[in-house]
């Protein structure tokens, strides 16, 4: 499931109408229609009651609904700390660690002797 449909849900769920989600979000009512088929399915739940003036939440589709908002939340801030940090584009610099080698093992012909 993509996360852009997490915010379909709820333009939907705040509006109760996907012609009206459509136009807030830019784009088609069967782009909308589609997000929240493939939510339902995913979910295996049916998130809206669907009326000739629109649309209102199942009890599941509340339970669903709240649930995507608190992960959109939760993306936010992850978007917000990734942009105040940016990460290194790779980690090898963070786990380069100087390598102490005997000298014997790098000496070809030493011998060691162990007592």
């Known amino acids: 499931m993509r996360t852009h449909f ?3 849900v709820q333009t ?3 509006h109760g109408s996907f012609s009206e989600a ?7 009512q069967s782009n909308i229609s589609y997000a929240i088929k493939e939510v339902e399915d ?3 739940k049916r ?3 669907r009326s000739r003036t629109g649309c209102t939440l199942t009890p599941e589709g509340k339970v669903i609904s709240q649930t995507l908002g608190q992960m959109l939340a939760t993306l936010e801030q992850l ?3 990734e942009s105040a940090a940016p990460l290194p584009s790779t980690t090898a610099p963070m786990y380069r660690k100087p390598i102490s080698v005997p000298h014997w093992i790098t000496s070809p012909g030493t ?3 162990f007592n």
Request: hydrophobic share 50%; proline share 0%.
């Open 6 to 8: 997490f915010k379909i």
């Open 111 to 113: 011998t060691r002797t």
């Open 22 to 28: 459509a136009a807030i979000l830019g784009c088609s």
């Open 42 to 44: 995913y979910f295996e």
């Open 79 to 81: 978007k917000k700390m």
């Open 47 to 49: 998130l809206f009651i």
């Open 12 to 14: 939907v769920a705040q």
